[in-house]
């Protein structure tokens, strides 16, 4: 594989979103990963880096690399335009509440207020990251329809990417990525007109936030 060829397939094939706020860095060092994206709002004011392990990388077929690549994107891109959750609201109301409480030297509300911030930034916000990992495999999906791929030849295509991305760097699915791939497979059961629905909520999104 050529990676300069590579990497101008991989630019192209990007929406224009893609090439404004992302970018592809070649990291070989990266030896126990095939592809890796901070997902992280520290990004929202920089270009997002995707490090990729081009010598992992050319062991996917060329759909596999192209989901997957679109699936990173899709992610990073979309960093920002979801509303903040119920647990960014407790959060927020929890620190609040214990500078109160340091301000009226309330020793028992400081520990309150402190043991309720602790808890929550600790609680998994499994379903605020499910819900945005879901819509970047959509938003994946309706891009690579939008390049020429058929519906669920894409969504086979990114299936398959996270199983052999699992086998190239030697460890088993995690617990996301199994939810990833039982979402897929739904996927497939419903009609391509029901993710491009999707896809005009997440605009909805993006123009009210």
Do not use: C
Not at 45 to 52: D, T, V
């Amino acid at each position: 594989m050529q990676l300069d060829a590579e990497i101008n397939h991989l630019l192209d094939l990007m929406p224009a979103s893609g090439r404004m706020y992302t970018k592809l860095v070649s990291s070989p060092n990266m030896r126990s990963k095939v592809i890796d994206y901070p997902v992280s709002r520290l990004w929202l004011k920089n270009l997002r880096p995707i490090y990729i392990n081009f010598e992992l990388w050319q062991e996917l077929s060329r759909s596999q690399r192209d989901l997957l690549l679109l699936h990173a994107v899709s992610r990073l891109v979309n960093i920002g335009f979801f509303k903040p959750k119920l647990k960014q609201f407790i959060i927020a109301f929890g620190i609040l509440a214990l500078i109160f409480e340091v301000t009226r030297s309330d020793v028992i509300g400081i520990i309150a207020s402190g043991a309720l911030v602790t808890y929550m930034v600790r609680r998994p916000s499994s379903g605020d990251d499910q819900e945005e990992i879901q819509t970047a495999d959509e938003q994946a999906i309706a891009t690579a329809i939008r390049r020429g791929y058929s519906y669920l030849p894409a969504i086979n295509a990114l299936l398959e990417s996270i199983e052999r991305t699992a086998q190239l760097e030697n460890r088993a699915l995690s617990s996301k990525e199994l939810s990833r791939a039982k979402y897929l497979k739904k996927l497939m059961e419903r009609p391509p007109s029901s993710l491009f629905i999707s896809m005009d909520s997440l605009g909805q999104i993006r123009s009210n936030s």
